[in-house]
Structure formats: structure tokens, C-alpha cells
């Protein structure tokens, strides 16, 4: 007699992942976008979207703002390993939240290993604070006008010039919104504020803790008189 068929050692194939702004997109699509919010600035300015990698920085962002009147972030979509809660401080925000193995979340922060990872998020451009003025040409050195109340006008603010090095530029905001500054301001020639080696130097400062305004050539989110 013939011998029983042989049992297929191949697991069902997962349906594929769908990006909640993407519709119809399959998986590969979705992380190649994810990963390039972390990386391209044009990406970023396209789409409008940046990316924040880790648990611990995810969770920071969702605490609100700092003496400087930082603002909540608007989350795009959350991406988990598999057994991780969502953030609690991320509750009232209700992003639309997903699975995905250690290893595509590491593909998505460009790191080598998803071990501790825990989520990425995908999360609106911040934008510009309120004392900065909108509507000013690029590169304009005329100064915005200023509020309308004085009171909400900033007293302390830091401000860099050509810090190319994302890590020394993240590294400063942090330090500038621990110590309760009220902005951070970009002058021409400084790196990305929004890639996600300033993000994660920053520690999610730069926008969101610590308004920040990017004059001239920026990372394509804030005020850009």
C-alpha cells in the first residue's frame, strides 16, 4: 500500500500586517515606511511622521509636557512584542495598537537586536510652539511677533547653531528640559531634531517636553520662520 501522506512541517503563513494608514499595504510595505520615518528626513516631511523607538521612550512621551508647554503627541499607530502591554501613560490617547516580532521592531529602530525593545511608535511631527509665530518665509531673520498675553512669552531658551552630531543635539534638549527650559531653537545647519538617533538622545524631549522651533532647513516639523 502506498505510504500516508507526510504532515507539512510549514505553519500556516500569519495574515499580513495592515498599517492603519495604509490601507491594502502588506507587511514588507509597512515596516520599510516605519524604518524610514527613523532615517529619512524627506520621509518624515512627507508623511508628516516620525518614529519613537522603545518601550521606555514611548511610555515618556505619553506624560505630557514640561515647563515649556510641550505638547501630547498625536500616535499614528502602535507597534508591541508579542506579551507587552501598552503604555498606561498612552491610555487616554487610544492609539490604534499591533503585534510584531522582536526582530521586525528591530528592522523598524534600526537596531541589531529587538530584545528589550518592547514598541515602537509612529507619531505626528510636533508642531511649533505658539511664541514663535507662524507664517514667516524660510530663513527670514525678522523676529515673529510675539503673543498676545506677555506672560506667555519664553524666558529661557536654547539655542544651537550647527550641532550637526544628533546625539549631542538630543543630549542637549534632554538637559535643557530636565532643567525646565522653556524651548529649544535650531538655527540653520543643525541635524534632524526628529530622526530617531536625536529621539532617542533626546529622550523625547525635543518637541513634545521641550517646544522647539527649526529655522530655515529643519527636520519638516515645528515652526520654520
Known amino acids: 500500500p502506498p505510504p500516508p501522506p507526510r504532515p507539512n512541517p510549514r505553519p500556516p503563513t500569519p495574515p499580513p500586517l495592515i498599517h492603519p494608514r495604509l490601507p491594502l499595504l502588506l507587511d514588507t510595505h509597512t515596516v520599510k515606511h516605519l524604518a524610514r520615518l527613523g532615517t529619512s528626513r524627506a520621509h518624515r516631511a512627507a508623511t508628516g511622521a516620525t518614529l519613537i523607538p522603545g518601550a521606555d521612550l514611548v511610555s515618556e512621551l505619553g506624560q505630557g509636557g514640561g ?20 503604555p498606561p501613560s498612552l491610555a487616554a490617547l487610544s492609539p490604534p495598537t499591533f503585534t510584531a516580532p522582536p526582530a521586525i521592531l528591530a528592522r523598524i529602530a534600526g537596531v541589531e537586536s529587538g530584545a528589550g525593545l518592547g514598541a515602537v511608535a509612529e507619531v505626528a511631527l510636533p ?15 525678522a523676529r515673529p511677533p510675539p503673543p498676545s498675553s506677555s506672560s506667555a512669552l519664553p524666558t529661557r531658551l536654547l539655542a544651537l547653531d550647527g550641532v550637526q552630531d544628533p546625539g549631542n543635539l538630543g543630549a542637549l534638549a534632554r538637559a535643557a528640559a530636565a532643567l525646565g527650559w522653556d524651548g529649544l531653537v535650531l538655527l540653520p545647519g543643525c541635524a534632524d531634531p526628529w530622526s530617531a538617533k536625536a529621539v532617542r538622545a533626546a529622550r523625547g524631549a525635543a518637541g513634545w517636553r521641550l517646544p522647539t522651533a527649526v529655522c530655515g532647513e529643519g527636520g519638516g516639523g515645528g515652526a520654520t520662520p
Open 67 to 86: 515647563r515649556g508647554g510641550g505638547s501630547l503627541p498625536h500616535v499614528f499607530s502602535l507597534w508591541l512584542a508579542p506579551g507587552t502591554a501598552p
Open 127 to 141: 508642531a511649533g510652539p505658539a511664541w514663535w509665530g507662524e507664517g514667516a518665509p524660510a530663513g527670514a531673520a
